[in-house]
């Protein structure tokens, strides 16, 4: 149970750089994660592997990663993990 909640902890406070090594505290996937700021705002960390999932409600300041990754990704992504080491090596 700690452990899920670390990831999900994780997921609100990540920077880009970081995000991307989130993975499945159930089965060690990678990780569909979502943003929405429409109402109260929202980060739902989902499992497309397993049935595992939290959704935070109430999340009124987007996540760092969302600025430069958007509001929809998917962890260990190659293309994505490409995208924030050349930012970083500029
Ligand atoms: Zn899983």
């Not at 990780?31 to 700021?37: C, D, E, G, R, V």
């Not at 935070?56 to 994505?80: C, F, H, N, S």
């Amino acid at each position: 149970m700690e452990k899920e909640n670390r990831v999900a902890d994780m997921a609100l406070t990540a920077q880009a750089a970081d995000v991307a090594s989130l993975i499945c505290p159930k089965c060690h996937g990678n990780l569909k994660l979502q943003y929405t700021s429409i109402g109260k705002g929202a980060l739902s960390v989902m499992c497309p592997t397993c049935p595992w999932r939290v959704v935070t409600d109430g999340v009124r300041e987007a996540p760092p990663w969302v600025k430069e990754l958007g509001q929809k990704i998917m962890t260990g992504e190659p293309e994505m993990v490409g995208k924030s080491k050349a930012k970083r090596g500029r």
